[in-house]
């Protein structure tokens, strides 16, 4: 993502683990990258100091979803935007059902549920839009479901992308519902 934004826009990017976050600097950007760790329950930036909050494969593992929203909510500027991926159901996952249905086997007295009620049992369209009413987020949030090994180009009305007249890449890979919400 930091490869595709303009020059002149900032990057804060968080993890709640510290270790993702040291692997990160190691890594690098091709440009200044804020990186840091946050929780999203309590997050530790001010009301009101971001455009966009962008989060990849996390909201299902929030507890609870709304009250991560709203923190969400408090340090988007009025207008910002949030984006957000979570995993559809395990049907719509090939790989991660055949996990799934070998540990279920492997276990059959106990079976661990994890896998299905958390990192694939936040889908439900309702749901979602319900956390986020909750949290305060008053526009129709736009829900897209996009299939594995896809690409998605994309343009954000009246964004420094369609100003410059460039398409910025989001890479779609296996992101079966994407949010964006304002």
Known sequence: ??????????????????????????????????????DVMELPYESESF??????????????????????????????????????????????AVVNDAVKRRFPEEPPRFV???????????????????AGFGAAPAIERVGAHRAVRSRAPGGPDQRAGRDHPQVAGAIPHHLRTR
């Not at 299905?116 to 909750?134: C, K, M, Q, S, V």
């Open 1 to 38: 993502m930091a490869d595709a934004l303009p020059s002149e826009v900032t990057i804060t990017a968080t993890d709640v683990v510290q270790g993702m976050v040291d692997r990160a600097r190691r890594v690098g950007a091709m440009r200044p990258v804020t990186w840091g760790r946050a």
């Open 51 to 96: 455009d966009v909050v962008v989060c990849q494969f996390g909201a299902m593992f929030f507890d609870p979803k709304a009250k991560a929203f709203a923190e969400v909510r408090r340090v988007l500027r009025p207008g910002g935007r949030f984006v957000l991926s979570v995993w559809d159901d395990l049907e719509r996952n090939k790989f991660a």
């Open 116 to 134: 299905e009620h958390t990192p694939y049992g936040y889908h439900a369209r309702e749901t979602i839009i319900a956390d986020l009413r909750t």
